[in-house]
């Protein structure tokens, strides 16, 4: 199928064919118009092509919740509540949400929150799992005649009754 946008793309200094498909990974997106790899390097972190396209309440950051059109200070709170009493993440009295819904559990919240927490609920755009992992390893030479350094990321889904599916992998 030839979508509008391959004129665009077939007069470039380097033509190519409008995909019209699934992102396969994230540097795939410098083919997208406009797409600079300063952007890229600015959002690689907080972007996945691999998802279903839901986040995960529990893990999400401040500053994807905020893209996400949440104001600074509420997705600062949740991220706190998130973190238990002691104020410290990955100890044993962090809060987890078990449904979206839980959020509004939180406390008391503004009007203009509520309005849009309700908007990205009702949209289907927060779970409270998640099935995709990205792991990042680097491991250093300590030699001191051939010091070196490898970066390895990989990507994987968690797959039911089945060993993790391999998405990407890369070495540098």
Known sequence: FAGA??????EL???YQCKNGEFEFVEELLLVREMTPEILDKIKEVI???SKGKININTVDAFTLYALGLNQDFARRIIEFRRGGDG????????IFKTAADIRKMGSLFTEEATQLNSLISKGLFSVSSDT?????TGRSQ???DSY???ITCVFRRQKEKPPKILYWREE
């Not at 410290?88 to 809060?95: A, H, P, R």
């Open 149 to 151: 350094q490898r970066t």
């Open 88 to 95: 410290k993440s990955g100890t044993e009295d962090d809060e």
């Open 133 to 137: 992992f990205r792991v990042n390893s």
């Open 143 to 145: 030699e001191e005649e």
């Open 48 to 50: 996945t092509v691999y």
């Open 13 to 15: 200094d380097k033509p």
């Open 5 to 10: 946008e391959n004129k665009y793309y077939k």
